[in-house]
């Protein structure tokens, strides 16, 4: 398998793409992008634990999708055209004028709901894939060194996170098997609370032992390399988002 | 290389001095263990060579300490990074990348090496340690013995002098902690590390270690060879007490010295001792079990049956798919082929009190069971949920630890004491059954000699079946009637303890390694031996 792309090539992309779905506003581009990326991403896969993002990200867009088109069909000002069926309209008090809940539902109505759906839901993906595509680590490692700081504190924060969720499942399992079929908040908080603090500290120790931040300047192992592959996908990006954003 | 003088530690808000007084001086190329019970300060000692204790966790610290000459007062621990490596309890929690020749690099980053160096000393310990064919591994797919290796790496690239590591093989199977032995002792016959370890189980590393600091708890420490310390200490691996048991003149520490001394015994003929009883009721019923988890096979057609009153040990390397078949006994998941019967119950149907009564489990870390603010307040709920008469739990947790503090959090006892305590909880509800899973890490051997005592005496007791999975050779010679060997999710091995234990090279306990070919596993099996024929 071919070397990744730089991960700002990526990000880069993502951003541009997103700018260019929201501009064109066409929810059929739209979904073809999806499509490609998820081929992408599909071709990517590694099997790394950030890969899930992706799948999570369309999962989001989906639920979002589905909130966006019946809160547009409930609710909102009735848009003319081909009836499809009629809900029973809800009585409102006379101080909330030009709100309407229930009423006909029109072709259009379903249909302009449905298109900023899916242009949300597009945004999402695009950054869900974005990230399932770089180690979040990886992407630290290019940020500019200025920021350090801040990404040490996500380091942290990275890799204390997963560890947060299997733990908990841990203990969770761990309290079933004791008998306890209710979930108590208290139960499973404060084991998870004590281990993810002595995690983090132990982080922080190790960290320390090292002689992280004894050094102002920091060298790079294997500086990730920006080729001329990153600049023509930029470039064909760039035009394609050029051509989404004047049409 | 380091030396201690009039060392004294104590954290605030804690009556307990942890260390008084302390002096003494290691070489270059010494390789010196740190023993003591648990909770007795060994891994603040640790820590307190390259100043995390009291940089990093606070404490009152009188004397002072110089590492190549440099006082641990006047730099911060970073600053020594380059002198002292440190490898922690548990290496997952310390990584900070996570792909291992980012790892290994991360030190040298941080102290802006140059790119040329760093790719020198990266390659020289993948090399040193054979981790070649891992380095563009993800860190979260390592073997416990592999991430224990990465993190001695991740130190040695600083080109340290000192080494130092808290229980580097309490999480590993006996051939992977071989391994990590074998590394040490490289390192300081070859390198001229300094090597500084803490571990409890010291029949694995008493045979590699120059000298021994004792800390004994009350604020004494004694420091001397290994035959000065284990001669006068309770704290002793199975050969030391062999060698009491025979009154032998000299305590020997490697198995070869001890078989030299002991070749009169070997060479009598002995009487075998009449077979144990047998147990033939069946409580759990296991057949053609299999599971897999996304595609890798963790356990293929697995079948057996545990008797009532029967303590039965799961052993297997680390991933060979022993806390997959506990999970499945315990009824955490249906098998995805085949089927398990506790006491003719399937196991996931179980729920709330039901459960309590039929299965007892404790859990490799346990104190995700705990969450009470005190341990009188975790006994009570015990109590309660189990319709006991109020104390009940108590008064069996001061059985099993008599000066427990029952005012004191659940988090600030020691790792024996908070076994305890879960185990005492564990068994208010009267379980049918009970299934432990690595229940001895961290114990040292009078806190593993009591968990022994309570297991043995519920198998024997109410006549029900205990089921461990442990990689403590000792423990299961000492305590399992039957061992079940696991090795790719199969079952290798199904036999007496005797029988498996034997003949394994690898998995034999200290005294069958002595006394081979004699069919013993413990001093006790010895000295009986002994005494019968007399």
Redesign the interface.
Known sequence: MKKPLHPLTLWICAILLAIGVVALDNAFIALAIVGAVALLVYIRRDG??WQRSFALSIRIGLTILAIRTVVGILIGVPIPGTNLFTLPILDLPSWMPGIRIGGAVTLERLSSSLHEGVIIATMIALFGAATSLT?P?KLLRVTPSFIYEIGITL?IAT?VFPQLATSAR??R???K?????KLEL???A??LL??SLS?SL??????????????R???????IPWLMRDNLTLLFTSVLAVAMVTR | MITFSNVSLIYPQSTKTILEDLSFQIEEGEMVLVMGETGSGKSSLLRLI?G?VP???GGILAGDISVDGISTRTV????L??L?G?V?Q?PI??????IV??EL???????????DV??KR?EEVLDLLSLSALRNR?I?TLSGGEQQRLAIG??LV?HPKVLVLDEPTSALDPIAAEEVLSVLHRLVHDLSVTVIIAEHRLERVIQFVDRIIFIEGNGDTSIGTADEILKNSDLVPPIVKLARALNLSEIGTSVREVRRQTEDVRSKEYVRPSNTPTHTSTAIEISKVSHSYSGKTALNGVSASINHGEIVAIMGRNGAGKSTLLHSI???HSPQAGEIRVDGVDPTTL??????KS?G?V?Q?P?????ASTVSEECALADR?NDLTPGSTASLLNRLVPDISTHAHP?DLSEGQRLALVLS??LS?NPEVLVLDEPTRGLDYRAKNLFAIALREYATQFNRPVLLATHDVELVAELADRVLFLAEGEIVADGTTLDVLLSSPAFAPQVAKVMSPKPWLTVSDVVHAIEGQS
């Open positions: 790394s634990p180690s680590h380091v890799s841990r203990i399992t761990a309290q098997l004791r008998g306890f079929e208290r139960s499973i404060i084991p004590e281990e995690r132990q982080l922080a120790s190790a960290m320390d032992a090292r002689g992280y931040g004894i050094s300047k920091r060298s790079r192992y294997r500086p | 390259n995390l940089h990093h966790t911060k621990p970073g600053s990074a380059h002292v440190i922690g548990n929690n310390g990584f900070v990348t996570d020749e980012e690099a991360f030190s040298m980053e941080a102290l802006n090496f140059a790119p760093m790719r990266v993800s979260a991740a130190a600083m315990v009824g955490l729920k709330g009190a039901e459960r309590r299965i489990y859990p870390e104190s995700d069971l705990l969450f949920s988090n909880i564990v509800g």
